[in-house]
């Protein structure tokens, strides 16, 4: 099992990793360093949130995950708006580099909750409950 497998593990959607469309996503991610590293923090968060919030709605309350991705989304919008601040303005206790070690984290927040929410949706087509 590579490290994009050990990733989508916890995920409940029946993926088959040896065929299908998922196989040419998987090549991106495995070939190309950056989009791998970024896709295995938001799994690594995906994983995480399932672990602190095991009962989570999805789309039995599509509202509450969504009000969940635009308060992450908020957070990181909070730190974009203090990167490009003027230098005078910025809370003085943070540097950019800091200010963009938040974005990412934030950033990263953001796709795992969408990523759930898609998840969510995707399980309940599968199973003919709902149709996205």
Known sequence: MNWVEMAFKDCKPQ????????RSVMSIII???TIGACWADVMN???RAQ???P????ILD???CVGIIT???GEAMAEALDLTRDPSSKRVDRTDEEIVKRLYKETVETAATALRLLISIRMSAESGRVKP
């Open 71 to 73: 308060e992450e989304n």
């Open 31 to 33: 070939n190309d360093p």
């Open 62 to 64: 599509p509202v509450r």
């Open 45 to 47: 968060e995906l994983a």
């Open 15 to 22: 993926w088959d990793f040896a065929t299908g469309d998922l």
């Open 55 to 58: 009962n989570y709605p999805g």
């Open 51 to 53: 672990r602190l919030h």
